[in-house]
Each structure stands twice: as structure tokens, then as C-alpha cells.
């Protein structure tokens, strides 16, 4: 899934686990790339417009719950952004190191925004896509899902205390072997890959998912693209967010709504938050403003260690 993965286990023998573990992993992967000939998705895009494809259980499972996300974030998270992406050169490719970037023009991009938003459509575990040249990029769920997969394996084999890290998703399986909450820290979004922003308790079952504009950028022209695009206007997405962290009992949802929230604002997170009802009433949050202001709703207050003082984040717990 072109980003570092790493499973650690405690268990008596966990070598066993673990392979089990990787084996799952690889094999979602395989279902789900969009470079990978012969994948799921591979197949699905080469089908579009014309007839429908039949697809294992877990790509129709994740495809559902990805179009469900996409509906309710207003398409803020769009599934078959694929074409758009593609023109920014931060999709087609099999590694973000062999990508070419560059700006697409206006009329490339309003072109390519109609092959968006109309989701896939499912019949059990057959799957279309409607329009021809639509393309579906699983790249902003994927990684959670596979998290929800390794959990059940592990599980299966004994493991009852582990840590999973998929890219930027952190997923706790129980506690720590002393029993008290994993620990794990909230990369500062201005720093390099070793200063953090804050440290905080990850609660057993739940899912750390961080989103935010520094993990894949190009620059050109004098000017900073990342890779969170707004699915409305097809360019980069500028809410006034450096980076949004969600901490979910489901990795894929966790997934999905921290890119559907950097797109949204702090204003329109907070909103849905405060108001106690959808799937982000049932998250907590830390949202980090372009005037270093971080917001962090009240779930995640125990336990809570800030580090970015002395960079200049002030920090405000948000209650409902």
C-alpha cells in the first residue's frame, strides 16, 4: 500500500501471529491496488460504463462502507476521485517516489470532476461503476480496513495486546501487557519526522487516523500542492487545517473522516461533533488550525501530553 507498516505483538510466541498478520495485509492489498493487474479494483476501473464485476466479499464490504462515508461527509470523501487525483500525478503510479507532478488547467479539471461523485453501485458482490472513464481509489480507507482484518487475526491466534501501525493509522489491541493504555504520539504537522505535536492514550479497541498536507506535496510556481483534495473544486484542499487526527472504534471510518474532515474545517468537524448525532459524534478529534490553534475534544483529555508549546500551538479541550 506504498507506506511503512509495522505489527507489534505480546504474546508468548507471536511469530506465528505475525506472519498470519503480514499475509493478510498482502492479501488485501492484492484485492485493493489500484497498479496491482488483475486486482479487484483494477478490474472494476477497466469496467467502467460497461458491464458489472464480480468482487471478493471484502472489496464489496469496504466499497459500501466507503460510498456510506461519502454520502454522509456531503462528498468530502469521494471513492472514485481517482481521475482527479491522477492529474495532479498523486494516484497512477505505484510509489509516490517514481510520481509525476504538475497543475492541471482549469477545463482539465472541471472535465475530469464529472467522472466524480457518482459512486459505485452494488448488487451483493457485484459492482459498477456507471460512467465510463471513472476510476476508484481506495487509498484514503484502505489502509484502515486492513487494520480491522490484522485485528481479527491476531485475535484468532491468541493475541490479546498489540499495536498496529499501517501508515497513519494506529490501531490498539487491548492495553499494554501492564494494563494500562498505548501510548502514542501526534506528529507536529510544521516539524520534521521526529517533533510531535502531542503525546496521547490510545483507549483498547480504538484507532488513531491522522490526515494532513505535509505527508505528499509538490511545489511549483512558488506554491505548496498536498495530495487531500478537495472533491468541489478538484485542487488541494484549503479549509485553514494543517492536519486532522480522528481516534475511532472503527480503523476504516477513522480512515475515511480524517480526510473528509481536513477537507470540511474545524468549524464544520466541531459542528458535527458538538451536535451529538452521525459517525463523528462518535469520534474524538484533534484538529490543528493554520494559526496553530489545536483542538481536542474531550475523550481524549486523560491521558493527553501537549509538546508543541515551545512551537507555538496553543491547545483548547472541546466539550460538549
Known amino acids: 500500500m506504498d507506506t ?5 505483538a505480546y504474546h508468548r510466541d507471536p511469530a506465528e501471529a505475525l506472519v498470519a ?5 498482502n492479501r488485501l492489498d492484492a484485492l ?8 479487484d479494483v483494477t ?4 469496467a467502467a460504463g460497461a458491464e458489472p464485476v464480480e468482487v471478493d466479499p471484502d472489496t464489496a464490504a469496504l466499497l459500501e462502507k466507503a460510498n456510506a462515508a461519502a454520502l454522509e461527509s456531503e462528498m468530502a470523501f469521494d471513492p472514485v476521485l481517482a481521475p482527479v487525483m491522477d492529474a495532479w500525478g498523486f494516484g497512477a503510479t505505484e510509489s509516490e517516489t517514481t510520481a509525476v507532478h504538475r497543475v492541471p488547467d482549469q477545463a482539465e479539471l472541471e472535465k475530469l470532476l464529472s467522472l466524480t461523485r457518482d459512486l459505485p453501485v452494488l448488487d451483493g458482490d457485484t459492482v459498477s461503476l456507471p460512467i465510463a472513464g471513472q476510476a476508484v481509489d481506495l487509498g484514503a480507507i484502505a489502509k484502515g480496513a486492513a487494520a480491522a482484518d490484522v485485528v481479527e487475526v491476531l485475535t484468532a491466534h491468541g493475541v490479546d495486546s498489540a499495536v498496529i501501525a499501517l501508515g497513519g ?3 490498539a489491541l487491548g492495553t499494554r501487557p501492564d494494563g494500562s493504555p498505548f501510548r502514542v504520539y ?11 505535536l502531542c503525546m496521547m492514550s490510545l483507549p483498547a479497541g480504538r484507532t488513531c487516523s491522522t490526515s494532513g498536507g505535509y505527508e505528499r506535496y509538490f511545489e511549483a510556481n512558488g506554491q505548496t500542492y498536498h495530495h487531500i483534495v478537495d472533491p468541489e473544486t478538484g485542487y488541494p484542499a484549503q ?3 494543517r492536519s486532522v487526527t480522528v481516534v475511532a472504534e472503527d480503523p476504516a471510518l477513522a480512515d475515511a473522516w480524517s480526510t473528509a474532515l481536513y477537507v470540511l474545517g474545524a468549524e464544520e468537524a466541531l459542528t458535527r461533533w458538538e451536535s451529538g448525532e452521525g459517525t463523528v459524534a462518535g469520534m474524538d478529534l484533534i484538529l490543528v488550525t493554520e494559526e496553530d490553534h489545536v483542538y481536542v475534544t474531550q475523550g481524549l483529555e486523560e491521558g493527553l ?3 508543541g508549546e515551545e512551537a507555538g500551538y496553543t491547545y483548547e479541550i472541546v466539550r460538549r
Do not use: H
Open 43 to 46: 478490474r472494476l476501473n477497466a
Open 4 to 8: 511503512p507498516m509495522s505489527i507489534t
Open 169 to 171: 493509522n494506529i490501531t
Open 305 to 307: 501530553e501537549p509538546l
Open 32 to 39: 485493493w491496488s489500484r497498479t496491482r493487474p488483475g486486482s
Open 239 to 241: 479549509s485553514g487545517l
Open 186 to 196: 501526534v506528529r507536529d504537522p510544521q516539524g520534521g519526522g521526529e517533533d510531535y
Open 21 to 25: 498478520a503480514q499475509q493478510a495485509v
